[in-house]
């Protein structure tokens, strides 16, 4: 305990020595304050604490630089000058000797490395904060990466994560706008992805899971993951080559039709968050390869975001209202995403979303994004206190890395274009997605479920009526043919549920092959028709009389 808590203390004269070297000591103080409008002589100090800012996080390490990237989608929580300057932040680390690679891998792969693998470059192709990547051939001859962990990953980030901790339990009670947060849950939820980040194995999962949402689009590839080669601290993958979107040399020698491209790789995650509703979540320039021929090839899918159906119908859905400048329903739909807390007024919000949606559909197309659209209306639910989930600002920022990297691709991409034409698809999508088999015949199991409860619910609040355990007392003169009539209604009414159910009933029988059964329960279903056209037939006043 004793030498752990040297460690921390340790990393904690880390962190301030490099915040004071950026001039960062006074950074609480600064957030308090940068919050609120500032005249436009102030607007160049905050751009340079926020490069400082960023720059500290960098040198930090993998926690910080993974947590500065998070923190780049929460413009609830930060000004707009911290976020837009965090939205920079390079997974980049120096890398790591050979040696200690080899090692790595020794001790995975127990000592049978030389049976394995033809060959190891020694050079990385990529060195990141969580592992470095080596080029590597198999005894089969075939071209692989191994994506290997740093050394020590694991302690390193779990003292941050304890440093985090306590950062997060101290803003908390020194910024008054925080108090609308639990920073601390915000903390715990950043400590169980990056932790999944860690696992390997996990991450080879949800490449597979991917690759097979994807197998429709033959411009797409996600590359094999070779198990007998993997553990959770070494991921062995198919070779990919190719160049990067923002390599516009290669791009342009390339000959691809920019525009396409663009719109290519806008469907593939339109797929993964609209429909599938399990998306890489860090699409950055260095996670999407290019080859000449004009396929998109994914890696790192170490961090993913999830969806149910409900949040991607409501994003969908949001996401529809933006185009059609529709704020009464965006607001709507903000709400039902997020969780409306006291104090929060309606109008205002609707007033403000309705601002911000205008504002961002007059825009000309080169410069619209749906992606900072998401994030201002994050920050639009915070000032009116609606708690939105945290994967709704992880699809804001995987929206906002998509707008730079189709503008990377293509500079005159036309976002508003793409997304109507888009709406199709999507409307399409989600009619078969509420009209689905299994949704059909899970309300018609629940439509026969109440029919059948029906005559015991009947007799449960009569016998409580005989019992005399349920009162109404009312009293009115000249409600009589009213209570008659309101008493007619409930029987017909119930009679007609019964109907319904032994309806239902006797078309699955019929389905299912109980012919028999379909036909006897389909000629009482008759009889009881014909006994509710008779019985409504007689209530009918066919005289004059009482018609005024």
């Known amino acids: 305990m004793k030498r752990r808590s040297l460690k921390h203390l340790r990393r904690y004269r880390q962190i301030v020595s490099v915040f004071t070297r950026y001039g960062l000591r006074d950074f609480v103080s600064y957030i308090k304050t940068i919050r609120l409008p500032k005249p436009a002589a102030r607007v160049k100090v905050a751009k340079e604490t926020a490069v400082n800012l960023r720059l500290a996080l960098q040198e930090l390490g993998p926690t910080f630089i993974k947590a500065g990237q998070v923190l780049s989608s929460r413009s609830d929580l930060l000004p707009a000058a911290i976020t837009t300057e965090l939205q920079k932040l390079l997974d980049e680390a120096g890398t790591i000797d050979f040696s200690t690679v080899k090692e790595q891998l020794e001790e995975e792969y127990l000592d049978k490395l030389d049976d394995m693998f033809e060959s190891i470059e020694e050079k990385p192709l990529a060195s990141a904060s969580l592992a470095q990547v080596h080029k590597a051939k198999l005894k089969t001859g075939e071209q692989v990466v191994l994506k290997i962990q740093r050394p020590n990953i694991h302690q ?71 198990w007998q080669y993997s553990t959770k601290k070494i991921l062995c993958l198919e070779f990919v080559d190719g160049f990067k979107a923002n390599q516009t040399n290669q791009l342009e020698e390339s000959g691809l039709d920019r525009k396409m491209l663009a719109w290519n790789l806008l469907d593939v995650y339109s797929k993964q968050i609209y429909i599938d509703g399990f998306f890489q979540s860090d699409p950055h320039i260095g996670n999407i390869i290019i080859n000449k021929s004009g396929l998109i090839q994914l890696v790192d899918f170490g961090s993913v975001g999830l969806l149910d159906e409900n949040m991607r119908q409501e994003i969908t859905s949001l996401v529809f209202h933006i185009i059609f400048k ?42 619209m994004s749906i992606g900072q659209g998401v994030l201002d209306l994050t920050k639009l639910a915070s000032e009116h206190h609606i708690e939105l989930p945290a994967n709704f600002g992880l699809v804001g920022k995987t929206f906002l890395l998509l707008d730079y990297l189709a503008r990377t691709i293509d500079p ?111 000629s009482i279903t008759f009889a009881l028709l014909i006994y509710l056209v008779l019985r409504m037939l007689s209530k009918i006043n066919w005289s004059d009389e009482d018609r005024y």
């Open 156 to 226: 390193i980030i779990n003292t941050d994560i304890d440093i985090l901790y306590d950062i997060a339990a101290t803003v908390q009670g020194k910024i008054s706008y925080t108090k609308a947060y639990n920073l601390v849950a915000i903390v715990r939820e950043f400590d169980k992805n990056i932790h999944k980040e860690l696992d390997f194995e996990l991450e080879g999962l949800n490449m597979e899971t991917i690759a097979k949402n994807l197998t429709e689009f033959k411009h797409v590839k996600v590359p094999k993951v070779y």
């Open 326 to 367: 529709e704020g009464e329903q965006a607001t709507q739909s903000l709400i039902r995403i997020g969780t409306q807390k006291p104090h929060s007024n309606y109008t205002a919000l609707r007033n403000d979303v309705s601002t911000m949606i205008a504002e961002l559909a007059n825009k000309p197309a080169k410069f």
């Open 412 to 522: 005159d991409f036309d976002y508003q274009k793409y997304l109507l034409h888009m709406v199709p698809v999507l409307v399409f999508e989600r009619l078969k997605s509420d009209y689905a088999p299994s949704k059909v015949v899970r309300n018609v199991v629940e439509s026969s479920k109440l029919i059948s409860d029906l005559p015991s619910k009947l007799n449960f609040f009569i016998d409580k009526v005989l019992k005399d355990e349920f009162h109404v007392v009312f009293q009115h003169e000249g409600l009589e043919k009213v209570i008659r009539s309101v008493n007619t209604a409930g029987l017909v009414i119930g009679l007609s549920l019964v109907a319904t159910g032994l309806s239902i009933i006797s078309v699955l029988s019929f389905f299912v092959g109980g012919r028999v059964l379909a036909w006897v329960v389909g």
